[in-house]
């Protein structure tokens, strides 16, 4: 198991290292100049401009601007934010509780629908029900979240006036971000669900499990959804990443100070080291979660095995 979560690593070495090559080229070559970006709308002079860009590294080429970066990198320092002077790790840390809070709280919303939602269309399949659920999978799979998000601040904030539009700090204000960002997941969840779960009923041992007597309920929670279980947990943890790049746009939306909305706030500025060492970070995330999500493979299935 060790052998593999260290091959697993190595194989992502590539992986990550292309992502940061990609956004390093991309902030590079997008119109904008950090340097003019800090001095602000002040009457800069060229010279002004020219010692900010050689205080921040900008004179450089670009390869040894890149390669400087990777080696501080490799020590354990991301730098620091070229329009705060804060230490960029220092800055993730303070916005990861924030995001988190956001992204758990949407995962627990989005598995309980559709999972809930994916069994009973699953369950009571060709009838009313079925269509129901289906069609509420298929409209959370067809809004994208920043229109669900301004859906849900007018007829929630708005209309009926139940929870506050923006903020966060009380409960209150975690609902309808968290439900904008699920109602989307959701979705493409039930639909897993509900696949997986009329293949597994179909299958030979949960005919027998019932022609022997078992009540429905432990035909359902141990014979099928165990079993049903595999592919929707690679759902799950795609789910997982989908949620985190989804606070980019909910947490814009509803004024929360997380990693996304910092992430928007470090490309409009182009604060190059804090946008890479972002962008790192989700990177490193998405890595550990699916290796994770082959681990949870091995207990839900005993007979998977990594050798």
Request: hydrophobic share 50%.
């Amino acid at each position: 198991m060790i052998r593999y979560i260290a091959n697993r690593l190595l194989q992502a070495i590539p992986t990550v290292i292309l992502v940061t090559i990609l956004v390093f080229l991309m902030l590079h070559f997008t119109p904008g100049d950090p340097a003019q970006v800090f001095l602000g709308d002040r009457h800069s002079t060229p010279e002004q401009l020219e010692r900010v860009r050689a205080e921040m590294g900008l004179d450089r080429p670009l390869y040894e601007q890149y390669l400087n970066y990777m080696s501080n990198v490799l020590h354990g320092d991301l730098g620091r934010s070229l329009i705060t002077n804060f230490p960029v790790d220092d800055t993730i840390l303070t916005r990861i509780p924030h995001t988190l809070e956001l992204t758990l709280a949407s995962m627990l919303i989005s598995t309980v629908l559709g999972v809930g939602l994916g069994m009973l269309a699953a369950l009571r399949h060709n009838t009313i029900i079925d269509t129901i659920a289906m069609a509420f999978a298929l409209l959370g799979i067809s809004v994208p979240v920043y229109w669900s998000s301004l859906l849900f601040i007018l007829l929630f904030s708005v209309k009926l006036g139940w929870f506050p539009p923006i903020g966060q700090g009380s409960l209150d204000r975690l609902v309808l971000p968290a439900f904008a960002l699920a109602f989307v997941s959701a979705g493409a969840l039930a639909r897993m669900v509900r696949s997986s779960m009329l293949e597994v009923l179909n299958q030979d041992y949960v005919i027998t499990a019932r022609s022997k007597g078992l009540s429905e309920r432990v035909v359902i929670f141990r014979h099928t959804l165990r079993n049903a279980l595999i592919p929707v947990v690679t759902i799950l943890g795609l789910t997982f990443g989908n949620l985190v790049g989804g606070a980019v746009l909910t947490e814009t939306i509803f004024a929360r100070l997380g990693i996304g909305r910092m992430y928007v706030q470090a490309v409009v500025e182009k604060d190059f080291t804090l946008v890479q060492g972002t962008t790192l970070f989700v990177a490193l995330s998405y890595v550990l979660i699916n290796i994770g999500i082959d681990l949870i493979y091995v207990f839900i299935d005993p007979r998977i095995k990594y050798d």
